[in-house]
């Protein structure tokens, strides 16, 4: 009994770090959002070819991040209140991050379409992120402790 403890326990602190990494990178993919939307980060095309694959490579990552994080959510521990608030901040998000070139890139044919798709998935990937990165800090709190 014993045994099966530790081991459970040990599973439980790999899951905990594996969630606090997740998040850490989850709040720097926040912070190059928030500096691209900012205007901050005009230099990047000017910039070496090898950091634009560093940057694409930590995007991907990111991406694939945020899709680790929603499955790691521990949805017990949110209360009722929290997760409409979960909600409503997607929402909100969604809607600041959507700008007018989104909604009419769908048109122009079958290009038009793609170039839509592709600026509301990219949209999509920034309101969860930012939205986990504002309510899941409790979670990262206590599972990095």
């Known amino acids: 009994m014993i045994d099966s403890y530790e081991k459970e326990h040990k599973l439980n602190a790999k899951k905990d770090w594996a969630f ?5 990178i989850n709040a720097a993919a926040c912070v190059y959002i928030l500096l691209l939307a900012l205007g901050l980060l005009k230099f990047i095309p000017s ?4 950091w634009k694959v560093i940057i694409g490579c930590f995007l991907a990552l990111a991406t694939i991040n945020v899709y680790y994080l ?5 949805w017990k521990k949110i209360s009722g209140v929290n997760k409409v608030g979960i909600h409503l901040t997607l929402i909100v998000i969604s809607i600041l ?9 769908f048109s122009g044919g079958a290009r ?5 798709f592709g600026a509301g998935a990219v949209t999509a990937f920034k309101a969860l992120a930012l ?3 504002i309510w899941l800090y409790p979670q990262f709190k206590e599972r990095k402790n």
């Open 20 to 24: 606090t990494i997740s998040y850490i």
């Open 47 to 50: 910039l070496w070819s090898g």
């Open 70 to 74: 929603i499955s790691q959510i521990n």
């Open 97 to 105: 991050l959507i700008k007018l070139d989104v909604v009419t890139a």
């Open 112 to 116: 038009g379409f793609g170039n839509g």
């Open 131 to 133: 939205t986990y990165a």
